[in-house]
């Protein structure tokens, strides 16, 4: 009985999440291709937030945490939104979920080999997720942060039915028995939270089965990958390779199996976020505007790097909004930033007591182990490069500009935490470079993607073959 | 033919190609040699100098001699020909050790050859000697010599004779890429893809290949015309290689839930935590709680290790638990009072005067305080 209601509980912000997006006004039809899997994929993360940000409302309420006073409005925000969506396309709505469940097996536009490989490809893909579900749910809480700095929280919030605060020894001290006390205690609440739930679903604490948000976290990542670059004018086969690229990361996995790390789902959010900018730069819709903003601040509530990951979204949407001087401000705003990190490194500025330096301690040596060598990545970082090269042409232009500069922004970040390691302690809650990148990893793959499909067409244009229509 | 198939075609060329060329550059003699593989159990090695124990199939080296040597030898007669490395199959070398791989043979059998051996992540590096001077004739023994320092003891598993042929060497690197990759504490930072020391990275290979197959495409497709073929079979070409890798992962993956089935399936929650690697920790933290009081209470947690202090502190909540997470510190007595309670675990210099009830730890004054819990090596007290 337990797994049931745990099985609803999980489904419950999920769907509230989904209706929600349905019921905003877009232009956009549900039967149009991708759209069915990026509102499924978003779906979760905007419910899951949403999740959090009632429970937070109700321990602010000094209301405890229970099934009933957490699940039924999110159950009337699932049939509130749901009613709407229905009533603005009560006719589609039932033949695009069959529409989709036939795709599923005979995606149109596909035949013989292409059918036979995208049916083999999505059971990989199944497969996979039910090794990782199997995992999830037997494999107590194990890695180091999860236990004493996440779940720590969710632990004493589920047992006492509400948020209570964490602090630092000293204020622990002084706040003689109302404070807790755990490694990270100034992390924002959004996983915890996310535990806290399944564990009311649950009806026990049980610190494998709580840990179902993060397989989730990794689904719905996959269906908003699919369904972004279907909308984006990608091919039903090839969006499906790119959204297995995004499955397969073994290390994205190891954040499944061994889930309570806050890494996979900012890295999530954050990709969410960058394709609804992407959408927004095609559609201008309201809703993936709204989307791109739900989802960075769902980052940055999901731990601290998120608010600078949310910050790169910046020189895209310039990018966007002037394309024709946007690159030039994005990449004069990203020159000056990196001016800035040059001069912290090379002065020893003290401004209000506070030293600022930054030393230049760059790894290279581990980096390129970690990227290359190892099999954190498959082989992601080998295919980002080639498809930057292949398409350096385009990289700048319309379409792919504002992605350009999002993904410019990013590996800027990345090469800060490399090469400057103070910034680990300062903007990224000491990550390491490989979870870093990890936050960066879906981005980066959906990038690479597109730039090459901007080679395709290039190649197309120059070309005399038609072949070119299937890459 | 159509451009996928073509790039598929490419891709296993060019994967092929590469294997041949990283064995023509590591093969050190003849490819297929008539000799196997020749394998010593730890049983079989004796200490001429040093300390240590046989255990678990591992013979443990625990101590150097006074002079700072071990050295752990193996009498054995096989042609230098047939066997061209040696390979220790040892764990936890200390990285900053001198070691060295020390031989005797029948041609010159007074003579004591040696060369330097190379630890990587706590292995043994197999030493190849196709081209040392004196690996000739009958080898007549084989040692490990061992000079300090030793910071802990480290185990040899056996010792193999290889006679490095092509096979035997693919064979190798086969196994290194599929080596069971279980997790670890820090599979949550990186994934090393098989074994930890390889001599060819599986993503090496593939991207090599993959690059080899990409050029091949690109002069097919310019020579042929057919520019706009290029996409689709350099696409194809990443895939396969991406998908290769992916095998890999994935049966690893499918190694882990077995693993991980094998430990906890079927157990509830409390079941799970004491079969787990902190089980005993656990099942001392029940106890505690048994005598802990409802509400939450007060608790200071301290252990040598940080892992038991981060342990049974989470073990411990909604018990509103202090521990260090990063100093092996016990808190202040001034800032303890009256009901607070004090969890130890494998903690030196805590000590308790039952008679007096009086609890004292690292110099500090001594405080009243009632042993409630207690085992070897673990405690729980009451601060009066």
């Given at each position: 009985?337990?797994?049931?209601?745990?099985?609803?509980?999980l489904?419950?912000p999920?769907?509230?999440?989904?209706?929600?997006?349905?019921?905003?006004?877009?232009?956009?039809?549900?039967?149009?291709?991708?759209?069915?899997?990026?509102?499924?994929?978003?779906?979760y993360?905007?419910?899951a937030?949403?999740l959090?940000?009632?429970?937070?409302?109700?321990?602010?309420?000094?209301?405890?945490?229970?099934?009933?006073?957490?699940?039924?409005?999110?159950?009337?925000?699932?049939?509130?939104?749901?009613?709407?969506?229905?009533?603005?396309?009560?006719?589609?709505?039932?033949?695009?979920?069959?529409?989709?469940?036939?795709?599923?097996?005979?995606?149109?536009?596909?035949?013989?080999?292409?059918?036979?490989?995208?049916?083999?490809?999505?059971?990989?893909?199944?497969?996979?997720?039910?090794?990782?579900?199997?995992?999830v749910?037997?494999?107590?809480?194990?890695?180091?942060?999860?236990?004493?700095?996440?779940?720590?929280?969710?632990?004493?919030?589920?047992?006492?039915?509400?948020?209570?605060?964490?602090?630092?020894?000293?204020?622990?001290?002084?706040?003689?028995?109302?404070?807790?006390?755990?490694?990270?205690?100034?992390?924002?609440?959004?996983l915890?939270?996310l535990q806290?739930w399944a564990?009311?679903?649950?009806?026990?604490?049980?610190?494998?089965?709580m840990n179902w948000p993060w397989w989730q976290f990794?689904?719905?990542?996959?269906?908003?990958?699919?369904?972004?670059?279907?909308?984006?004018?990608?091919?039903?086969?090839?969006?499906?390779?790119?959204?297995?690229?995004?499955?397969?990361?073994?290390?994205?996995?190891?954040?499944?199996?061994?889930a309570?790390?806050?890494?996979?789902p900012?890295?999530?959010?954050?990709?969410?976020?960058?394709?609804?900018?992407?959408?927004?730069?095609?559609?201008?819709?309201?809703?993936?505007?709204?989307?791109?903003?739900?989802?960075?601040?769902?980052?940055?509530?999901?731990?601290?790097?998120?608010?600078?990951?949310?910050?790169?979204?910046?020189?895209?949407?310039?990018?966007?909004?002037?394309?024709?001087?946007?690159?030039?401000?994005?990449?004069?705003?990203?020159?000056?930033?990196?001016?800035?990190?040059?001069?912290?490194?090379?002065?020893?500025?003290?401004?209000?007591?506070?030293?600022?330096?930054?030393?230049?301690?760059?790894?290279?040596?581990?980096?390129?182990?970690?990227?290359?060598?190892?099999?954190?990545?498959?082989?992601?970082?080998?295919?980002?490069?080639?498809?930057?090269?292949?398409?350096?042409?385009?990289?700048?232009?319309?379409?792919?500009?504002?992605?350009?500069?999002?993904?410019?922004?990013?590996?800027?970040?990345?090469?800060?935490?490399?090469?400057?390691?103070?910034?680990?302690?300062?903007?990224?809650?000491?990550?390491?470079?490989?979870?870093?990148?990890?936050?960066?990893?879906?981005?980066?793959?959906?990038?690479?993607?597109?730039?090459?499909?901007?080679?395709?067409?290039?190649?197309?244009?120059?070309?005399?073959?038609?072949?070119?229509?299937?890459? | 033919?159509?451009?996928?198939?073509?790039?598929?075609?490419?891709?296993?060329?060019?994967?092929?190609?590469?294997?041949?060329?990283?064995?023509?550059?590591?093969?050190?003699?003849?490819?297929?040699?008539?000799?196997?593989?020749?394998?010593?159990?730890?049983?079989?090695?004796?200490?001429?100098?040093?300390?240590?124990?046989?255990?678990?199939?591992?013979?443990?080296?625990?101590?150097?001699?006074?002079?700072?040597?071990?050295?752990?030898?193996?009498?054995?007669?096989?042609?230098?020909?047939?066997?061209?490395?040696?390979?220790?199959?040892?764990?936890?070398?200390?990285?900053?050790?001198?070691?060295?791989?020390?031989?005797?043979?029948?041609?010159?059998?007074?003579?004591?050859?040696?060369?330097?051996?190379?630890?990587?992540?706590?292995?043994?590096?197999?030493?190849?000697?196709?081209?040392?001077?004196?690996?000739?004739?009958?080898?007549?023994?084989?040692?490990?010599?061992?000079?300090?320092?030793?910071?802990?003891?480290?185990?040899?598993?056996?010792?193999?004779?290889?006679?490095?042929?092509?096979?035997?060497?693919?064979?190798?690197?086969?196994?290194?890429?599929?080596?069971?990759?279980?997790?670890?504490?820090?599979?949550?930072?990186?994934?090393?893809?098989?074994?930890?020391?390889?001599?060819?990275?599986?993503?090496?290979?593939?991207?090599?290949?993959?690059?080899?197959?990409?050029?091949?495409?690109?002069?097919?497709?310019?020579?042929?015309?057919?520019?706009?073929?290029?996409?689709?079979?350099?696409?194809?070409?990443?895939?396969?290689?991406?998908?290769?890798?992916?095998?890999?992962?994935?049966?690893?993956?499918?190694?882990?839930?077995?693993?991980?089935?094998?430990?906890?399936?079927?157990?509830?929650?409390?079941?799970?935590?004491?079969?787990?690697?902190?089980?005993?920790?656990?099942?001392?933290?029940?106890?505690?709680?048994?005598?802990?009081?409802?509400?939450?209470?007060?608790?200071?947690?301290?252990?040598?290790?940080?892992?038991?202090?981060?342990?049974?502190?989470?073990?411990?909540?909604?018990?509103?638990?202090?521990?260090?997470?990063?100093?092996?510190?016990?808190?202040?007595?001034?800032?303890?009072?009256?009901?607070?309670?004090?969890?130890?675990?494998?903690?030196?210099?805590?000590?308790?005067?039952?008679?007096?009830?009086?609890?004292?730890?690292?110099?500090?004054?001594?405080?009243?305080?009632?042993?409630?819990?207690?085992?070897?090596?673990?405690?729980?007290?009451?601060?009066?």
């Amino acid at each position: 009985m337990s797994l049931v209601t745990l099985f609803l509980g999980l489904l419950v912000p999920w769907l509230a999440g989904m209706s929600l997006l349905l019921a905003m006004p877009a232009q956009r039809r549900l039967s149009e291709r991708g759209e069915l899997a990026w509102i499924a994929g978003t779906g979760y993360f905007v419910g899951a937030f949403l999740l959090t940000l009632w429970m937070r409302a109700l321990s602010r309420m000094g209301i405890d945490f229970g099934g009933f006073a957490i699940g039924v409005p999110l159950l009337a925000v699932a049939v509130g939104g749901g009613y709407l969506a229905w009533r603005r396309a009560a006719n589609a709505l039932p033949g695009t979920i069959r529409g989709a469940g036939r795709a599923l097996l005979s995606p149109p536009g596909l035949s013989g080999v292409a059918r036979w490989a995208w049916r083999a490809l999505l059971l990989w893909v199944a497969l996979r997720f039910l090794l990782l579900g199997v995992e999830v749910s037997w494999q107590p809480l194990f890695p180091w942060n999860a236990w004493s700095q996440w779940a720590t929280k969710a632990r004493v919030w589920f047992e006492l039915g509400r948020i209570v605060p964490f602090a630092d020894s000293a204020d622990w001290f002084a706040a003689d028995g109302t404070a807790y006390f755990d490694a990270g205690p100034h992390l924002p609440p959004t996983l915890p939270l996310l535990q806290v739930w399944a564990s009311i679903a649950l009806g026990r604490w049980d610190d494998a089965l709580m840990n179902w948000p993060w397989w989730q976290f990794a689904v719905a990542l996959s269906l908003a990958v699919y369904g972004a670059l279907r909308t984006l004018d990608m091919s039903a086969l090839a969006a499906l390779v790119v959204t297995f690229f995004v499955s397969s990361l073994p290390l994205a996995n190891v954040h499944v199996a061994l889930a309570g790390y806050a890494d996979l789902p900012l890295a999530a959010c954050y990709a969410g976020a960058v394709l609804a900018v992407l959408r927004w730069t095609t559609t201008r819709e309201l809703r993936d505007a709204v989307l791109t903003l739900v989802l960075a601040l769902a980052a940055a509530q999901i731990k601290a790097p998120g608010i600078v990951w949310a910050a790169t979204l910046v020189p895209g949407f310039i990018a966007a909004l002037w394309p024709r001087r946007g690159v030039k401000i994005a990449a004069a705003i990203m020159a000056a930033i990196l001016f800035g990190l040059l001069v912290l490194a090379q002065t020893s500025l003290t401004l209000l007591g506070y030293p600022f330096h930054l030393a230049f301690e760059p790894a290279w040596g581990a980096l390129a182990e970690s990227y290359f060598l190892l099999g954190s990545w498959n082989l992601l970082w080998y295919g980002a490069l080639a498809a930057t090269l292949l398409a350096w042409r385009d990289l700048v232009l319309p379409p792919l500009a504002p992605l350009t500069m999002i993904v410019f922004a990013g590996a800027t970040l990345l090469f800060a935490l490399v090469a400057f390691p103070g910034t680990r302690v300062a903007i990224a809650d000491q990550t390491s470079v490989n979870r870093a990148t990890l936050q960066f990893a879906p981005v980066a793959i959906v990038f690479a993607a597109l730039a090459f499909r901007a080679f395709a067409l290039r190649c197309a244009r120059a070309g005399t073959g038609s072949e070119l229509a299937s890459a | 033919m159509h451009p996928h198939r073509v790039g598929l075609f490419l891709f296993a060329v060019a994967l092929a190609v590469c294997l041949l060329a990283y064995l023509v550059a590591v093969v050190p003699g003849n490819w297929f040699p008539g000799a196997s593989t020749m394998t010593w159990s730890a049983a079989e090695l004796s200490f001429t100098r040093g300390f240590g124990v046989v255990e678990n199939d591992a013979l443990v080296v625990t101590a150097l001699d006074a002079t700072g040597t071990a050295v752990i030898s193996l009498d054995t007669d096989f042609r230098s020909n047939d066997y061209r490395a040696i390979a220790w199959n040892a764990i936890d070398v200390p990285e900053r050790a001198n070691l060295r791989l020390l031989w005797r043979t029948d041609y010159a059998p007074g003579k004591l050859n040696s060369v330097p051996l190379t630890v990587a992540s706590g292995r043994l590096l197999p030493a190849s000697l196709a081209r040392d001077p004196n690996w000739i004739g009958r080898i007549r023994g084989i040692a490990l010599l061992v000079q300090g320092p030793l910071p802990g003891p480290f185990r040899i598993r056996g010792v193999a004779a290889k006679p490095l042929g092509a096979i035997e060497i693919a064979g190798d690197r086969v196994r290194e890429w599929f080596k069971f990759e279980g997790f670890t504490g820090t599979s949550i930072d990186s994934v090393t893809g098989g074994d930890d020391v390889q001599d060819l990275p599986m993503p090496v290979l593939l991207a090599a290949a993959a690059l080899l197959a990409a050029a091949a495409a690109f002069l097919l497709a310019y020579r042929s015309g057919r520019i706009a073929s290029l996409p689709a079979m350099l696409a194809t070409i990443f895939v396969a290689a991406w998908l290769l890798q992916d095998v890999r992962w994935v049966v690893n993956l499918g190694r882990q839930v077995r693993a991980t089935a094998l430990r906890y399936a079927g157990h509830d929650s409390r079941e799970r935590h004491l079969a787990a690697e902190d089980g005993q920790l656990y099942a001392f933290i029940e106890k505690v709680r048994a005598k802990l009081p409802q509400g939450p209470a007060r608790v200071f947690m301290v252990a040598d290790a940080p892992y038991f202090r981060g342990r049974g502190a989470y073990h411990l909540y909604p018990h509103n638990v202090l521990f260090d997470p990063y100093l092996n510190a016990m808190p202040a007595t001034s800032r303890l009072r009256s009901g607070d309670f004090l969890v130890v675990y494998q903690r030196r210099g805590v000590q308790y005067d039952p008679g007096a009830e009086r609890l004292r730890w690292d110099g500090s004054a001594p405080i009243s305080a009632e042993l409630v819990v207690s085992e070897p090596g673990a405690a729980l007290f009451r601060i009066r």
